[in-house]
């Protein structure tokens, strides 16, 4: 799978257990793939995340939520999703699932 240069996703993310963990695959399929990525850290103090323009990418208004620029800035959000998202679209060799 050839993947052109620049950003493939964003991925609005903050220090938690379940960000964490798309973070981690997203690195993996990183190093396996050549897959970039851009980190997008919301304020959750600030109450970012309840804003009209990421209610409009995420409208639980959470986080992790990842768009994915390839395929028309389509939106993915909830970790468990966007882990199952990453391992069917980016992962044809099976190495994560």
């Not at 609005?12 to 997203?26: I, R």
């Amino acid at each position: 799978m050839s993947i052109t240069a620049g950003p493939t996703f964003q991925f609005y993310t903050q220090a938690t257990p379940n960000s964490h963990k798309v973070g981690v695959l997203l690195e993996e399929l990183k190093a396996a793939y050549d897959i970039q990525y851009t980190v997008k850290s919301l304020d959750l103090q600030k109450n970012k995340q309840e804003e009209p323009w990421f209610l409009k990418i995420n409208p639980n208004g959470r986080i992790p939520t990842l768009i994915d620029e390839t395929r028309e800035n389509f939106d993915v959000f909830e970790s468990t999703a966007i882990l199952l998202y990453l391992t069917q679209h980016y992962d044809p060799k099976s190495r994560f699932t």
